[in-house]
């Protein structure tokens, strides 16, 4: 199921990453007409206003002309409304002092601004934080979706279509919008996985959102439809129309932050934190027409931080193991430049010795060369790899070097006691974890949980650790780690979270699972061990016995 979900998310970042690659491609194409307008007070009728040496200009429009909506085609209204392209005619039938006149209009290529560029680099960001998620955390149902809210809000809602036909850009552009608005629904549920149960006011929340998102949707549709018919005036917005959205969403998410605890409270509150100013600036232009002209540059600006707010989060906070990548990259990083400046050194050294050489030699010597870095790259990786670890992650490698090393002590230690604080004091000093508890399988009761607990079933049937936030257990902490032994769940170790508030990494995870079974494995030879002893001692008192009756 993990890996299903890891390639449908890897699949949506590559579908948002096209997206992406096919809006610059229009928005480098995307023109000018060289006029906007303005209301008259005569439903559908706007007043030119041309720009100076603009297209429109050129054409012959003027100042004053009188634009009746209704009497543009609908690939011209669409076009006006919505975007036009560099070099595609637009008829234009205006009224001038009462005489009807027709130009036509071929829009000049409109510059891409800056804060365009921003926003399609918060874009390009924003896919690489998913498809970093995607990669390493696909296990996480709470990570899925904030992975798939991410890529339909900031990547595959936002698409402004500019193609040669604008029929084709119509449809384009509703399915967009659709998704667009439709898509902060998962804002609901994403803030539902955090502070359960979910109280009654954060349900009447709930409903307040989604009735905000299926208006917002249905006003956006209408808009493009309706328009592209003539049946209302495109140019002619309803103030407000996505408020009730947006202060609905932001209210569920800020409920969910004051309800959650722990780690819970870490995650939804730095994804509401990433959110929040971006839909405060929206709501807010959109209920206030005078911040119109300023609405597109701060919010391509307040969507760049979006990316930034979370990825400072997963440095920060480590909500997914970016220790582990950014090792590994770090170490790709360094081998490639030690491999790679090698080889152009050693390389520009042979071309000046071997400048009067035949073209043959030069070849081989090359060709040679090219194997010999080749095959030191296994040595060079293994070096870097160990420098890398020593000097940026020394902490976590020798935390974990100290649970590995005490996991392979821990099943010759021959009294249960000493065994369980060993155990609870190396995962005290080493995890960073608020508290560390084992409960042990005393006779299926796990101290009190019970046998049939969601979360000690998941460990019998899979063995491996389990969140405890995703199952309704009566074990209190972060994370749930099997000991067990010839098959058996012999016990449970629960680590709580950590008090800097970052989760487990992979590897870490790994050596603590490793621990508890090695760990469950003493249990089990002490307590078959004591089992036998017992019959020893039966069988010797029995003997005994019967040899004192014969006598």
């Known amino acids: 199921m993990d890996l299903r979900w890891r390639r449908l998310l890897l699949a949506l970042c590559a579908l948002g990453f096209l997206e992406v690659v096919a809006m610059i491609w229009m928005q480098l194409h ?22 100076p040496d603009g297209a429109a200009q050129a054409a012959g429009l003027r100042n004053g002309d009188l634009l009746d909506t209704r009497s543009l085609s609908s690939a011209a209204r ?15 039938p205006v009224d001038r002092a009462g005489s009807a006149l027709t130009f036509t ?37 709470h990570v899925r979706l904030l992975t ?18 604008p029929q084709f850009d119509a449809i384009a552009t509703l399915i967009s919008r659709t998704i667009l608005w439709a898509g902060f629904l998962l804002t609901v549920f994403y803030a539902n996985m955090f502070g359960r149960p979910i109280a009654t006011f954060r349900r009447a929340l709930n409903w307040f959102a989604a009735f905000g998102i299926a208006v917002t949707v249905a006003l956006a549709d209408w808009r493009i439809i309706a328009g592209w018919g003539g049946f209302i005036d495109p140019f002619v917005g309803v103030p407000g129309r996505r408020v009730l959205l947006l202060v609905g969403c932001l209210l569920t998410l800020w409920a969910a932050v004051g309800a959650a605890r722990g780690t819970e409270r870490t995650r939804v509150l730095w994804s ?12 807010l232009a959109d209920a206030l027409p005078f911040l119109a002209p300023t609405y597109g540059t701060v919010t391509n600006a307040l969507f760049f931080l979006i990316p930034v707010v979370l990825t400072y989060s997963l440095l920060n906070r480590r909500l997914v193991d ?41 070849v081989l010597f090359s060709a040679g060369l090219a194997l010999v870095l080749g095959f030191s790259i296994r040595y060079v990786h293994g070096r870097i790899d160990r420098f890398v670890d020593e000097v940026f992650f020394r902490k976590r490698h020798d935390d974990e070097q100290a649970i590995r ?36 399988d005393d006779g299926g009761r796990y101290g009190g949980v019970g046998e049939n607990d969601p979360a000690i079933v998941r460990l019998r049937s899979t063995h491996k650790p389990v969140d405890l936030h995703d199952v309704s257990s009566r074990l209190a902490g972060e994370i749930a780690f099997p000991m067990t032994a010839r098959g058996r769940l012999v016990g449970v170790v629960v680590l709580d979270a950590r008090r800097s508030g970052e989760a487990y990494a992979p590897d870490e995870s790994a050596a603590i699972a490793h621990l508890a079974h090695s760990a469950g494995y003493g249990l089990d030879v002490l307590a078959s061990s004591t089992h036998q002893d017992g019959e020893l001692l039966g069988a010797i008192n029995a003997l005994r016995a019967e040899l004192a009756n014969r006598r």
């Open 30 to 51: 995307a023109g000018d007409p060289g006029f906007a307008t303005t209301r008259t007070g005569v439903a559908f009728v706007r007043r030119v206003v041309v720009d």
């Open 78 to 92: 669409f076009r006006l409304f919505e975007g036009a392209r560099a070099g595609e005619p637009i008829v234009i």
């Open 105 to 141: 209009i071929v829009p000049k290529t409109a510059a891409v601004t800056w804060d365009n560029w921003i926003y399609f680099a918060a874009q390009f960001w924003t896919i690489f934080f998913c498809a970093l998620l995607a990669w390493r955390r696909s296990d996480s149902e």
């Open 148 to 165: 798939v809210f991410l890529l339909v809000i900031v990547v595959l809602g936002q698409s402004n279509w500019l193609t040669p036909s």
């Open 272 to 283: 509401t934190l990433a959110f929040t100013p971006a839909m405060v600036w929206a709501a």
């Open 322 to 362: 970016l220790g582990f990548i950014v090792n590994r990259a770090a170490i790709f990083t360094a081998v490639s430049i030690v491999l790679v400046g090698a080889f152009v050194l050693v390389e520009s050294l042979l071309t000046d010795w071997l400048r009067d050489a035949s073209h043959t030699t030069n």
């Open 405 to 440: 090393a005490f996991a392979n002590d821990a099943p010759y230690i021959t009294d249960v006691s000493i065994l369980i604080g060993r155990v609870q004091s190396v995962l005290e000093n080493h995890t960073d974890a608020k508290s560390v508890s084992i409960v042990l």
